[in-house]
């Protein structure tokens, strides 16, 4: 995971993969902290993982509810019941999750 070229990346925010820097990458997306995974479908939901301030992989939610992330950058899209189901190992553990009003169903 990481700001690579051709990638949709702010050029006003940093190109690193520190929690702060994400969250003001998402914040130019409308998206804002929030406290919970759980669904909300009027909701767009994302959740960072990673170790301290280093973020490592990201996870979107899908409208059923379930997770879905690549596994590297070439990697594989997986799905997952849960944020947590994937948390450990070598993405260590939900940093933050993140949300922002839909503004099409499909989104």
Do not use: N
């Not at 993969?17 to 003001?24: C, D, E, G, Q």
């Not at 490592?56 to 379930?66: K, P």
């Amino acid at each position: 995971m990481g700001p690579k070229l051709g990638w949709l990346w702010p050029t006003e925010v940093p190109a690193d993969l520190r929690l702060s820097t994400l969250v003001s990458m998402l914040a130019k997306y409308g998206f804002e902290r929030c406290f919970t995974g759980e669904l909300d479908p009027t909701l767009s939901k994302i959740a960072l993982y990673g170790g301290g301030e280093h973020v490592t992989h990201a996870a979107r939610q899908l409208e059923s509810g379930r997770w879905t992330s690549k596994r590297g950058i070439f990697g594989d899209d997986i799905e997952h019941d849960t944020a947590d189901a994937i948390a450990g190992g070598e993405y260590f553990e939900i940093l933050a999750y993140f949300q922002r009003p839909k503004t099409d169903p499909a989104t």
